[in-house]
């Protein structure tokens, strides 16, 4: 049938549903729901991995096999460093700029890494806000607190109470520079509620968040003459005799040669997986998200937490093809947009958490009350009109500039009709293990942002990762920029690696994987 | 299953995967109608380092001049959001060496006027209006640099909220402008000099310096798993 057919049951069941609430799940049925629908229950997609810190643990096939995977670095690979720096931030995403920023400051002399450009990341694309306790009748206690719901109790509470507490600060911090929060009429930031959260708490700068904030930071970096190496894809680490870490080994990109540096300290900003494309899923996530820090960080020791959880944002685009996988943001739904299966009925609280709305999405979609493309693809409405309905003709071109713009690039005007959905592979809930201070369990390498685990728990909120970015970006960097202060820079070798490569041969892993994989083999091979 | 049947929308280009021809950096492909330009160079076995980034049309990495067939005006687009057809040719932007000027935004005295310290040329725009033209986001990229001499700072931190810091306004210029880093120098110094102090947020901040919710959080990190989970129950 004609796209604009299958709408009509949405507009036609509109004004209906407006009259509607919806109650949220209770937990007894939000655990049953996610048991059975969510991705991160279906067991054949797992497998335990073979032998390393994490021996034993459970964690998808795609990321298991590439923890396992070999270094590309021979044994006796020359380490003669190519530079030498205090701090050593792989990554230049969110937590990478902010680490970069905040180790720069304090007076160490800090290289900023990245396989692709400096900004290119999932940080920029973040479109739903960031959550921060500011307003009167909110704290950082019931932010703690809602945080933790959405995370299944299963969030660390140290690294949880950091994020909240420094949270007001980070605001100021960003203001400071030039971030262009949406505010109220009295000045104040204007809050926005999030799906998951009892208070609205999100800091929106229109649903150009992320963009906003990575404009301002990179440009920061720049002002700051901070030392880049761009296209330049980290593919070991370096640990002296003890086993602590002392510097990476690169490979540029554009000649293929290897770059070494030298680092009294090492932090990982590499973000999350979603290029791998776990269980088939399309992905929300830039190129390069292809989970090299957490094979890195495994090699040299690093204990992992929570990497059998991955979040799938409930509204990833189905149609048009162009635009599969995109994300449709969150924002939509915050503002009361509905999620209507095929029968023109709404089947979810649109905003409880996210995993509990995409395993409706799936369980609509599986019995046989979803929309299907004819390239097999299945998904159901976002009623985006309605909020043009509900709030004014125009507020979808106002508060969803980005959203519209991309639409009406494939000729979709999403004020007019509602957009097509399904969930996509957005975040990985775990990662490195980390103290308070990002570090991990081995010695000077830090760890933060997405790549990093514990303060989520089992399900992200939303509108946390780009407070998670700021603050242990910062707490690493400031801790790594002190330390390096007084200490002397360790010896470069790549010991670990005879360890590593003893354990595989033990296991019998010799599937002849070489990671971290860098990029996805997305070119299309002779046939 | 036949209720699944009536709910599938008719996507022709999909199922006849028909081929068309386009022109990537001056070599003829045949690539499936209807995919993205990024996907076009997968599809044609090239190797995509630079030249992709976010893939979400956010980060700007993956700026490309295209021409339709049969068409002089050479258009300007997003790789990762833009639709091959039949006779397009498409080159990528190569890396543009602009000059960005480096500046500390806290310690500006007068923003308005450093402006043309930083960017002496900002104000030499011989209005051909061809980076609004080339500008794949849509903005008023000429007005928004008028705007900018004038002092309009508010107005351009509105304009650019859009700007993926691409920057194909900049090899179209005559006047040798960066309108992009002019948009940004002025939209950061919009937001950290003529924008309103948050007083909400201070007093945030004050709070929690002096221990307002100490009492709160001795109270939830002492209960166990049990009494905390019942306490999350009740905060709606």
Redesign the interface.
């Known amino acids: 049938m004609d796209v604009h057919a299958l709408q009509q049951i949405v507009h036609g069941t509109r004004d209906a549903r407006r009259k509607q609430t919806l109650p949220k799940f209770s937990p007894a049925d939000r655990d049953q729901l996610i048991h059975k629908y969510h991705p991160d229950y279906r067991e054949r997609a797992y497998r335990p991995i073979r032998f390393g810190p994490n021996g034993g643990d459970k964690t998808v096939v795609e990321l298991a096999s590439l923890l396992e995977g070999d270094s590309s670095i021979a044994d006796e690979f020359d380490l003669t460093a190519d530079y030498t720096t205090d701090v050593l931030v792989v990554g230049g995403g969110g937590a990478g700029c902010a680490a970069a920023l905040h180790a720069h400051t304090s007076g160490a002399k800090v290289i900023l890494a990245t396989k692709l450009r400096l900004g290119d990341s999932n940080s920029v694309m973040a479109q739903g806000g960031m959550q921060i306790s500011v307003a009167p009748g909110d704290s950082p206690v019931t932010h703690f607190v809602d945080t933790l719901k959405g995370g299944h109790m299963q969030n660390d509470h140290q690294l949880l109470k950091v994020m909240v507490e420094e949270g007001p600060s980070i605001a100021k911090w960003l203001l400071s520079l030039g971030v262009l929060f949406d505010r109220d009429g009295d000045g104040n930031l204007h809050v926005k509620k999030g799906g998951g959260s009892s208070k609205p708490r999100l800091l929106t700068c229109s649903d150009y968040t992320g963009l906003e904030i990575m404009r301002v930071l990179k440009d920061e970096v720049l002002n700051q003459n901070i030392q880049l190496l761009e296209f330049c894809a980290a593919v070991e680490l370096t640990s002296d005799e003890k086993g602590n870490c002392t510097g990476a080994i690169f490979k540029d990109l554009d000649n293929h040669r290897h770059v070494v540096v030298a680092a009294k300290s090492v932090i990982l900003a590499t973000g999350g997986i979603g290029r791998l494309h776990i269980q088939g899923f399309p992905t929300s996530n830039h190129y390069g998200a292809t989970g090299d820090g957490l094979c890195l960080a495994y090699r040299l020791g690093a204990k992992l937490t929570q990497i059998d959880t991955f979040q799938y944002h409930p509204s990833g685009a189905v149609y048009p093809e162009q635009l599969i996988g995109a994300l449709v943001t969150e924002g939509i739904r915050s503002e009361g947009g509905h999620l209507v299966n095929a029968k023109g009925e709404r089947f979810v609280n649109e905003l409880d958490t996210r995993d509990v709305v995409s395993s409706s999405i799936i369980r609509e979609c599986e019995e046989g009350r979803g929309i299907r493309t004819m390239s097999g693809r299945v998904g159901v409405w976002l009623d985006t009109p309605l909020l043009d309905a509900e709030h004014g003709p125009g507020t979808l071109e106002k508060h969803f500039p980005a959203m519209m713009l991309q639409f009406d690039r494939f000729g979709i005007d999403i004020s007019k009709d509602p957009v097509l959905i399904y969930p996509t592979l957005h975040y990985q809930n775990g990662g490195v293990k980390i103290d308070t201070n990002s570090e991990t369990n081995v010695h000077n390498l830090f760890v933060a942002g997405e790549a990093s685990g514990g303060l989520h728990g089992r399900n992200r909120l939303m509108g946390n990762s780009l407070l998670d970015l700021m603050v242990f970006g910062k707490r690493s960097g400031l801790t790594a920029a002190v330390r390096a202060a007084a200490m002397p820079q360790g010896k470069l070798t790549v010991g670990h690696l005879k360890g590593f490569r003893a354990e595989a041969k033990k296991h019998g892993s010799s599937n002849g994987i070489v990671s971290p994989m860098i990029l996805p083999a997305y070119t299309r091979k002779e046939s | 299953?036949a209720?699944?049947d009536?709910?599938?929308?008719?996507?022709?280009?999909?199922?006849r995967h028909k081929m068309v021809t386009v022109e990537i950096a001056g070599k003829k492909y045949e690539v499936p109608e209807?995919?993205?330009i990024i996907?076009a160079l997968?599809?044609?076995?090239?190797?995509?380092?630079?030249g992709?980034?976010?893939?979400?049309?956010?980060?700007g990495?993956c700026a490309a001049y295209y021409r339709t067939k049969d068409d002089p005006k050479v258009r300007t687009c997003l790789a990762c959001?833009?639709?091959v057809q039949d006779g397009m040719s498409i080159t990528m932007m190569p890396p543009f060496p602009a000059r960005?000027a480096?500046?500390?935004?806290?310690t500006l005295k007068d923003p308005k006027q450093d402006l043309f310290n930083l960017y002496p040329e900002a104000p030499l725009c011989r209005n051909c209006n061809a980076c609004t033209e080339a500008c794949p986001?849509?903005i008023d990229v000429r007005e928004g640099v008028w705007k900018a001499v004038f002092g309009d700072f508010k107005s351009v931190?509105e304009m650019f909220?859009?700007?993926?810091?691409c920057g194909m306004c900049t090899p179209v210029c005559i006047a040798d402008i960066a309108p992009n880093l002019v948009a940004?120098y002025v939209?950061?110094?919009?937001?950290?000099h003529f924008?309103?102090?948050?007083?909400?947020?201070?007093a945030?901040?004050k709070e929690?310096q002096d221990g307002r919710?100490d009492d709160?959080?001795a109270t939830?990190?002492k209960m166990s798993?049990k009494e905390?989970?019942d306490?999350?129950?009740t905060?709606?």
């Open positions: 299953m209720q699944e009536t709910n599938i929308i008719d996507q022709p280009e999909v199922i209807g995919i993205t996907k997968w599809y044609s076995g090239q190797e995509v380092v630079r992709a980034g976010c893939l979400g049309g956010f980060c990495a959001q833009m639709a960005k480096t500046y500390d935004i806290q986001q849509k931190s909220m859009d700007c993926v810091m940004l939209s950061r110094a919009q937001g950290a924008t309103e102090k948050p007083l909400g947020l201070d945030r901040i929690i919710f709160e959080w939830i990190l798993e905390l989970a306490h999350c129950a905060v709606k």
